[in-house]
């Protein structure tokens, strides 16, 4: 199989999905031409990720490691989401084909675009270098 | 499971299952060899090749077999190009649509020198006779245009271009992998110079394929070695697949018409169910297509996601998309038709074989269109086009 078991489940029965009508953060990343866009809902109360909902555009490991994602930073505080890595997603999920690592990029990207949105809309001060390759995200297209 | 990817390969069919156990049994010698039991395989082999002959209306000794279709086509065109180059020419047309094996080899022509002239198809997905007439020049070495794309299913002016090339003196190759035993193919009235077929399109084994390659042209081999295939292609004949084909390529080609008129009522049926869906769009000419093929892009959504929850659906399918391809753009064929990139991401081909029934094509109309929903009712794109703030590609 090309997918772990991890990533199928994740895939078939993608958790959190939707969207947040009243978000605290809102992060999308991606582009339709490379054909993967995520978009992340944060609804942060006391600095603790209360929900968090995802919408994905892409392929089966795009579903899956932003399903994946949700799952490891949901009821944690922002500084721990602010920690999520790629390889936290890829691991969660038993592995992932060389060629789809990307998307677990894309997955650490949206959670961290989406605290970023948050930390701007409340005026919340924050070491620009943290965010530094949020516009790495065009996977070197064309 | 209901398997509606016949365009990448077919189940090798009974007969050439028989046909291939049979040779394992009896015609186990090597046809080079002068005892008995290699001139059994011998003659064996010449019943294979004037079998495939006949199916194509050339002589035995103008068919020449091959490991399959890729290497049909990179002998056909390295050959044709060498040959040009010998007598000062070094340009060759095709399109911007061809596969891979055809592509690779012209981009690899073009590094050691030769000037590759790729032609547009249009949207409907084919070439234009006027273009192919207009790209010829002096130094046109050859022609190679596939005759049916395996995405689209587009068919191509062979004829035309047959006898456009042959009025111009140019050699001309077709990549007819997706046309053999689905389509009528006559080398002398269509003016075909060299002709790439391969086994497993057809209900044959894989692993084989056949060249044609006109009485009088010079063939140049790509594998170098023993004198198999009158010195053209070296190492001793795959005596069971080789036989396997010819039988599946006969069997293909007499049940033709009677399969081909079943398929064009499935397909019809798939194409009216499949374009009931919001924002999407058919692929490719909706007349000058095989009978098999159905290919869709459907705005919103991904292509790779949508062949996994078919499989759980029990409906094998293929896409164009750039995940399922294992690299980071779509589909070349979906692009040259003029399909962006994101609309190109969400495409689905489905090719229809003799096994499928209505109920199959029901079925697939349902769940495609199911899966189509469910995956646009996640899709951050889909929701932006729907609220006005991304436009749409598909009307």
Redesign the interface.
Known sequence: MLYSEKVMDHFRNPRNVGEIPDADGIGEVGNAKCGDIMKMYLKIDDDIITDVKFETFGCGSAIATSSMATELIKGKPVSKAMELSNQAVVEALDGLPAYKLHCSVLAEQAVKAAVKDYYDKNGIAYDPELFADDDDDEHGHE | MIYADHAATTKTSETAKRVMMETMDQFWGNPSSLHTPGQKAAEALEEARATVAACLNAQPREIFFTSGGSEADNQAIRSAAYLGKRRGKNHIISTAIEHHAVLHTLARLEKEGFEVTLLPVGSEGIVKVEDVAAAIRPETALVTVMFVNNEIGTIQPIAEIGALCRERKVVFHTDAVQAAGHLPIDVVAQKIDMLSISGHKFHGPRGTGALYVRKGLPLQPLIEGGAQERNKRAGTEDLPAIRGMAVALKEACENMEQVNARLTVLRDRLIEGLSQIPHGALNGDRERRVASNVSFCFE??????ML??LD?KGIAASSG???TS?S???SHVLLAIGR???VA?GSLRLSLGEENTMEDVEKIITDVTDTVTYLRG??????ELQRGE?SYVIQ
């Open positions: 919103g959504i991904e292509g790779e996601s996994l929850l759980d998309s750039a995940c294992g980071l753009d779509p962006p990139h994101e991401h996640i899709s951050p794109v889909w929701k991304r």
